[in-house]
T-cell receptor
Framework: DAGITQSPRHKVTETGTPVTLRCHQT?????MYWYRQDPGHGLRLIHY???????DKGEVSDGYSVSRSKTEDFLLTLESATSSQTSVYFC????????????FGSGTRLTVV | TQLLEQSPQFLSIQEGENLTVYCNSS?????LQWYRQEPGEGPVLLVT?????EVKKLKRLTFQFGDARKDSSLHITAAQPGDTGLYLC???????????FGTGTSLTVIP
């Protein structure tokens, strides 16, 4: 998607290892979000950021941490990956002026074996 | 339990038929959005509804926000194969910065 890049697009990792997913935006938007998508659950909010170094938890934050040291980058870390964290992870950005997301990334498919 | 429940979860219909997807909650939302998602891609915004009772139309799609701002519906008239996809509702709660998504409705339109 234009203005937002997620990396990697696919990753397979072993249980117990740390994993970091990256979301990079070129839109200079204030708000950035991490969601996970699983069948039957839609998208569930993990963490979001409302500015550099300003973050807050979502509904499924256990086992995840985030960091935002620059406006353009929002990192999601699985501290010790578990099989229940196998999912597709989406990043989204919002300027804050409206009530909608401006853009979603294309997703990162993470498999924990 | 999720804040927003969608029904049905799966829908398979013939081209030309009409359908309605529902998004329900016990919470009040300041706004609700509807997104469509295709395989391997992120959701794409279709519409935002803000006022209770509001109705918005987007070609063959009609969106309605409940009077109490707790529910919404998406009606598609004369469905086409190009309408196939996952439809998601989403709403903002609290400070308005936390957005919660519904459970999703997977629509397949058969030619």
């Amino acid at each position: 998607d234009a203005g937002i890049t997620q990396s990697p697009r696919h990753k397979v990792t072993e249980t117990g290892t740390p994993v970091t997913l990256r979301c990079h935006q070129t839109e200079n938007h204030r708000y950035m979000y991490w969601y996970r998508q699983d069948p039957g659950h839609g998208l569930r909010l993990i963490h979001y950021s409302y500015g550099v170094k300003d973050t807050d938890k979502g509904e499924v934050s256990d086992g995840y941490s985030v960091s935002r040291s620059k406006t353009e980058d929002f990192l999601l870390t699985l501290e010790s990956a578990t099989s229940s964290q196998t999912s597709v992870y989406f990043c989204a950005i919002r300027a804050g002026k409206g009530v909608k997301f401006d853009t979603f990334g294309s997703g990162t498919r993470l498999t924990v074996v | 339990t999720q804040l927003l429940e969608q029904s049905p979860q799966f829908l398979s219909i013939q081209e030309g038929e009409n359908l309605t997807v529902y998004c329900n909650s016990s919470s009040v939302f300041s706004s609700l959005q509807w997104y469509r998602q295709e395989p391997g891609e992120g959701p794409v915004l279709l519409v935002t509804v803000v006022t209770g009772g509001e109705v918005k139309k987007l070609k063959r799609l009609t969106f309605q926000f409940g009077d109490a701002r707790k529910d919404s519906s998406l009606h598609i008239t004369a469905a086409q194969p190009g309408d196939t996809g996952l439809y998601l509702c989403a709403g903002a709660v609290g400070t308005g910065n936390q957005f919660y998504f519904g459970t999703g409705t997977s629509l397949t339109v058969i030619p």
